[in-house]
């Protein structure tokens, strides 16, 4: 079954810059995918398509049955809930412990302030911070702040786990750890796609590659390439 | 339940976790809403006195010769006929010669040998509170004037004059500075709270990402902004009555040469409340525009 299809997808910024052209794609559930390509190449784009944080100018978006192209700004919010995020700049809540950014998911969504709490500990435990938890975010180091950002992200055990460069300003040693990470959640179950530019980090763990270059896919190679059968399934789910 | 409890936590936590940003908005809330209040309360209090003094504003018709029991009280009922006359007494020669003695004070041994007679009857004229002008004294003095046996009139024209250019002037001022007052404090205050948000716009962003509702992203903030709102406002009447009873009560009698210091007197509670809703909705509306553009899911 595919957790993203994307059919014949474009993106042109209201400004009239172009970011993706005709792209087709189709990730299937449990997949770890990487997106890659230089700076401009529309990584960031297309993952900004897959959590609404944009729509597409054409085409049409589905995530498992359904398609998220044109949703309420309230479907969007629940369709979130089920995506985990991590970026670049982890995102985290300066002003707030460890603990209460791991939680933050769960509260949104109205879950009680004790389990909240012991599955925040159960992910802390996970990618191993829970001595950190009463911390601010700014007291960890950057490794350490992605794993918490990978905690919050795992909290709502997610069916896909989006990252925009999340090494980007990590050293090396950490990024590898970092990635490592991702492999493990995706052995358990949950989609991964990744958009990074660190060609090394790829090689080092090995998936499936997608290539963007000036908005257009020009590659998608290694394992779990699918069958482009996208365009056909939106077509019936439409 | 639980969203209730998670609103009023995250109202007051927020408000800790950011104490500059918090302490920023209640300041500069507190601040313009004192400015606001101690400005109201300027204006009323002169407005009061300055009623106090219209009170003495009033028109002396004398007779040129004194009446009989039946034609004074024709004449008397004849004057309080007309709508603008509050109080018609009547001041026979006698008072009058007592009065004018009793001003003189020391000198009254001027009047030794002379008779009552040498002053003139009169009917003394108070009048209603917007008939209280130069205007509406001499609208009066023309319809009385229609009665030839009243031809004298005194009411005091060069006072009124002044005093008619002070209301004036009170009254263009007051507008003025109240208007520019009032616009001022909005646009500080929707400045400041639109900053405060703007600083905690990550926040938002991240709130967004995690599949928080619009609403469930706005209403702390909603919250936080009309409790800023309510303390500002509770700080400004606390600084405006510090001032009201260190600085005003002396200071306005002073200037506006009122003995009674009584006489000056606080917001009175309706204006009191008014204040605190107009911090609370100034809270919660300066919030809710910079929200409404930073917000977008």
């Known amino acids: ?238 | 339940m639980k969203r209730l409890r998670y609103f009023i936590q995250r109202t007051i936590l927020s408000m800790i976790q950011s104490p500059l940003l918090s302490g920023a908005t209640i300041g500069t809330i507190a601040v313009a809403l004192m400015l606001l209040a101690f400005f109201t309360l300027i204006v009323l209090n002169v407005q009061n006195i300055t009623q106090q003094w219209s009170r003495d504003i009033q028109v002396t018709v004398y007779l040129e010769r004194v009446p009989s029991t039946n034609k004074l009280e024709q004449w008397q009922q004849e004057i309080e006929r007309h709508s603008v006359v509050e109080n018609v007494t009547y001041i026979s020669q006698e008072e009058a010669f007592e009065r004018f003695r009793t001003r003189l004070g020391q000198n009254d041994d001027l009047l030794d040998g002379l008779l009552p007679e040498i002053l003139p009857a009169s009917f003394e004229l108070s009048l209603t509170e917007e008939a209280r002008s130069e205007r509406g004294a001499e609208n009066l003095v023309q319809e009385l004037k229609k009665n030839p046996v009243f031809s004298d009139f005194r009411y005091g024209q060069d006072w009124l004059k002044r005093y008619d250019a002070f209301m004036f002037l009170l009254k263009l001022t007051g507008t003025l500075a109240g208007g520019f007052l009032i616009f001022a404090t909005l646009f500080i205050i929707s400045n400041t709270i639109k900053l405060t948000i703007y600083a905690r716009r990550d926040e938002l962003e991240i709130m967004t990402l995690i599949g928080a509702t619009p609403m469930f992203i706005k209403i702390p903030f909603l919250t936080e902004g009309a409790l800023q709102g309510i303390i500002g406002a509770l700080l400004a009447l606390g600084g405006c009555h510090a001032l009201y009873y260190f600085f005003l009560k002396k200071g306005l009698s002073a200037l506006l040469t009122t003995t009674a210091a009584s006489n000056i007197s606080f917001l009175p509670v309706p204006l009191q409340l008014g204040v605190i809703l107009l911090g609370f909705l100034l809270g919660i509306c300066g919030s809710m525009l910079p929200l409404r553009k930073f917000v977008r899911i």
């Open chain 1, 1 to 238: 079954m595919s957790m993203i299809q994307m059919c014949k997808i474009a993106k042109i910024y209201p400004n009239g810059a172009p970011a993706l052209h005709d792209i087709d794609l189709q990730i299937p559930s449990g997949a770890f995918a990487y997106i890659t390509g230089s700076s401009g190449a529309g990584k960031s784009t297309l993952l900004r398509l897959l959590y609404c944080a944009d729509r597409p100018t054409r085409g049409q978006i589905l995530m498992g049955k359904r398609n998220i192209t044109r949703l309420s700004p309230r479907k969007i919010a629940f369709l979130r809930r089920q995506i985990g995020f991590v970026f670049q700049d982890f995102k985290l809540l300066v002003n707030r412990t460890v603990l209460e950014n791991v939680a933050l998911p769960l509260q949104v969504q109205g879950i009680g302030i004790e389990e909240t709490r012991a599955r925040a500990f159960e992910l802390l435990q996970y990618v191993g911070l829970e001595y950190k938890m009463q911390r601010k975010p700014l007291e960890l180091s950057g490794g350490e702040q992605q794993r918490v950002a990978i905690a919050r992200a795992m909290i709502v055990r997610p069916k896909l786990l989006l990252a925009d460069e999340p090494t980007g300003n990590l050293d090396y040693n950490l990024a590898l750890e970092i990635m490592d990470m991702f492999s493990r959640i995706n052995k358990e179950g949950t989609t991964v796609l990744v958009a990074t530019h660190d060609q090394e980090l790829i090689q080092q763990n090995p998936h499936r590659v997608i290539s963007l270059k000036n908005g257009h896919m020009v590659s998608d190679s290694g394992p779990d390439t699918a069958n482009n059968t996208g365009t056909q399934n939106i077509r019936e789910a439409l």
